[in-house]
């Protein structure tokens, strides 16, 4: 291709340097005159750099390869500017703003001599206080005068302008693959709606003729998006229309032209095609019925696009569309498969909002618990009443039964005053009678009246039990909005265990039951990432080779059991593998060789099996990038513990492995035991408790011990059924007073066991006062954390409850410092990795694939959030997608490579981008690895491990 030939795409850079030229000045005006400490300094040096870079990319993409050079050359210098006194930065400004004509010089004559030689001499000025070394300008004055390499991008472009795209059935399919991730689809489906609300509008202004610059750019971006999105999760219709719309919109975001009105109302239709499927996805509307001939209009608009007949076409023209051949079978409505429940729709509630609702049901809870306790305290006194108002009824009648007997004598004593009338022929009263009459008349109203208040607190009661139901079902569906099943990391989990498989040489399956368990999915995300590193260990730890199974007489294949159940309301989370089991020879040899215990020290094996629940712990020589990458099983039991659970760990050498995890379903609602210690009522939620014992069962015995928690106590052990337990005293542990001591008085106590990390160990309580489930609130931002507490809940009367963390308050761990150390060593050997792309679901996705390979990972929405995140996270690789907003790919990668602490940084750049032309540049931009989607799961840990590697060997290099 000679240079007449690329002269079209000279002028249009020229076009686009003009254009730019007015900003660039605007920044050099910035640079000048802002102060030293100003940060208008720094923004306006980050802009021109950030242009200039784009200006190199588009003389590489039309073959000016010296030019690129020349504006990476320049950019190399910019950062010395800024350091520069003032007076000094504005005649360097001055001389900055000089380069727009000489490049303008060039690209009318690429071939001029003097032309590169005067852009090579521009950047040897001594004004910029950076010299230019010599042997690089005359390498540039090569480069800037070799003729232009042809662009093979474009020519791919005009070689592809005859093969038209053309439409199958299965390009509108909205089938959603059985391996997708569940997770990365619910984040697609979370993000599309908002995506598709913009891209409406965005396509309502193309459609009137409103549209700009910057609402064809966003248009673009929001259907790269849905591409990247879609083929992540295997969506194809909205893959290919979201692929077919972005090449549309790509011409008319490069060539600033009115589109033609017909294709206006193409890309409307397609953006309420896009809605449609998207809410068809959700369960909010059916499927689309002209998603076909959509998608065929797009795509005729797209080959009028590489055909270059978009440009002649008038403000009125069409195009025309291929109809369907009668041979090629007419879409299906039911292109996903019919759910086993109907589907219904959903409603977007932010979680601030359920929230509230939580805690006004927790107030209303508590204010029904004081009624219930009020109407008690009402019924009680109304029965007392009702007693009191019999005995009094009984002593009016004996004193009615005086009196007429007492009138009846005084009237026999008066018989001889008057002898015409006996005594029982007329009644005599006196004003005693007339008293006692009164009274026995007031006695029976009262009575009366206190059968009404009986009657009507009876109905009381009634309403305030009716009451209470109702609010005990208003807080179970306020709760079921944070519940979800456990399976849906079933495919998180699966995959997983593929992977770690693939790396290591193995076979297993992986059997998930209970999966239709509901828990609260807070707790939910929480447990992942125990649940995959336990995974990894069991397979990379645990199943043998297959050959080593085979010889001990093991099918090839191991198998993992992963089930979960429910106990009250805890959940228990059991995993077993048929593996070769802990090694409890090394796990003691390493103890030994990290101070963790003495040698002499002599230890049970589920002793030895909760040392691998120290932080740091592992039995492995060497890191490795599998199962624990340094970090050891501390994970497992730091994640449980920051949802209130525990971690039990049981194996039988060459059986197996088993981990049982226990926790409560949700951290709103808990189940609790009621106890009174040190005259103080506390709370202990239920799965902490293995069992509760009145007083007088079981046996006290003292025995000397060391290592025990002083609390008073130590030494003690609760005798039951065969079995000791180590005995401590709950008031003493929350610090309250306690008498000394004694085999009496322990045994007149009631015991409680507790489930701990240390095993099973008692406590010794005052009283059990009751069993009840309550609403668990915060301690408040002024008491953060506090030890060995939960939360707070309210009771009935309106007195505060602590929720103790008993597990916490009994840990005793061995050897604190040597544990800290591996602590501190475990956490060196994490490694870290930033992932940068603009679309939330591709990023989502492509972080929890990393996080579930044990890696630390953080996003970041484009270039400019990347070099922010890197002020405060120190990654060891960057994983970054191309086109980006604000600063793309390449820009982000030659940012890195000019900075010092970032120079050596892998960078592995993932694109849709598959031409070598793409290729050439990122590599040149200083990417190392260059991923084009679509790509596997395993092909992208390869190159991760790969990148790795290399970082890791440079940094052993490095300091010599």
Known sequence: MSIEALTPFFSEMRKEL??????????????????????????????????????????????????????????????????????????????????????????????????????????????????????????????????????????????????????????????????????????????????????????????????????????????????????????????????????????????????????????????????????????????????????????????????????????????????????????????????????????????????????????????????????????????????????????????????????????????????????????????????????????????????????????????????????????????????????????????????????????????????????????????????????????????????????AGKPPEGTVKLDFSRQGSGIIVTIRDDGRGLDYARIRAKAVERNLIREEQQLTYPELARLVLLPGFSTRDQVNEISGRGVGLDVVASRLANIKGTVELGSEPGNGCEVVLRFQASLVTQHTLLVEAGEQVFAIPIHYIKEAFPAGLGRIHYAETTGEKNTGSAGWQFIMRDESFPLHDLSLLTGYPSPPPGSERFAAMPKVLIRTIDGIKAILVDKLIDSRSVMVKSTGKYLPRVHGLSGVTILGDGSLVPLLNVPELLASPIAVKAAADLAAAARRHVRRILVVDDSLSVRRGLMQLLQDAAYEVKGAGDGMEAIRVLKSFDPHIICTDLEMPNMNGMELAQHLRLEKTTRHLPIIMITSRSTEKHREQALRAGVDIYLTKPYTDTDLLRHVHAALQAGSAHEKVAPA
């Open 18 to 551: 003009a254009q730019t030229t007015a900003d660039f000045q605007r920044w050099t005006n910035a640079m000048a005159t802002a102060a030293n400490d100003d940060p208008q300094l720094m923004e306006a040096l980050e802009d021109y750099a950030t242009q200039l870079e784009r200006t190199g990319q588009t003389a590489g993409l039309i073959g000016l390869t010296g030019l690129g050079a020349w504006c990476v050359a320049l950019n190399g210098i910019l950062p010395g500017i800024i350091f520069l006194q003032q007076d000094a930065r504005a005649l360097a400004c001055r001389h900055l703003a000089a380069w727009p004509a000489l490049v303008d010089g060039y690209l009318q004559d690429p071939a001029n001599f003097n032309a590169s030689m005067a852009l090579a001499e521009y950047l040897s000025n001594p004004l910029f206080a950076q010299s230019f070394d010599e042997s690089a300008r005359l390498d540039l004055i090569e480069l800037l005068t070799t003729p232009p390499l042809e662009p093979e991008e474009l020519v791919a472009q005009l070689d592809g302008a005859d093969m038209p795209a053309s439409v199958s059935i299965e390009d509108i399919s909205l089938a959603v693959p059985e391996n997708a991730d569940r997770e990365v689809y619910d984040a697609f489906l979370d993000e599309a709606p908002g995506s598709v609300e913009q891209f409406a509008v965005l396509t309502s202004r193309i459609a009137a003729g409103h549209a700009d610059i910057d609402d064809m750019r966003g248009a673009k971006r929001i259907a790269h998006s849905f591409k990247g999105s879609a083929s992540i999760v295997g969506i194809r219709g909205v893959a290919a229309l979201g692929h077919h719309t972005e090449d549309v919109l790509e011409y008319f975001e490069k060539n600033p032209v009115k589109p033609p009105r017909a294709l206006g109302r193409s890309l409307v239709m397609a953006s309420d095609c896009l809605a449609q499927m998207v809410g068809y996805l959700r369960g909010d509307e059916d499927q689309p019925e002209n998603s076909f001939e959509v998608l065929n209009q797009i795509v005729a608009w797209a080959n009028k696009v590489k055909s270059g007949d978009i440009a002649n076409m008038t403000d009125d023209g069409d195009v025309e569309v291929q109809p369907a051949s009668h041979d090629v079978p007419q879409p299906e409505l039911s292109a996903v498969p019919a759910p086993e429940i109907e589907a219904q729709a959903t409603l977007r509630v932010p979680v601030n909002t359920v929230d509230e609702i939580f805690r006004l049901v927790g107030e209303m809870t508590a204010v029904i618990a004081r009624v219930e306790s009020q109407v008690a305290n009402l019924t009680a006194r109304a029965a007392a009443l009702l007693s009191h108002n019999y005995a009094l009824r009984q002593q009016v009648t004996d004193i009615e039964k005086i009196v007429m007997l007492r009138g009846l004598s005084l009237a026999r004593t008066d018989t001889g005053k008057d002898g015409s009338f006996d005594p029982l022929e007329l009644d005599r009263y006196t004003e005693l009678h007339g008293v006692t009459q009164a009274l026995v008349e007031v006695t029976a109203d009262a009575r009366e009246m206190t059968g009404s208040l009986e009657a009507g607190v009876s109905s009381l009661r009634s309403e305030v039990v009716q009451q209470a139901s109702i609010n005990k079902e208003l807080q179970y569906q306020v709760a079921a909005t944070r519940l979800a099943p456990a399976s849906v990391l079933t495919a998180r989990l699966m995959r997983n265990v593929r992977q770690t498989c693939q790396q290591t040489g193995k076979q297993a399956r992986l059997v998930i039951t209970g999966g239709e368990i509901q828990i609260d999915g807070d707790v939910l995300n929480k447990l992942a990432d125990p649940l995959l590193h336990i995974l990894r260990n069991a397979v990379d730890h645990g199943i043998e080779l297959p050959e080593e199974r085979t010889i």
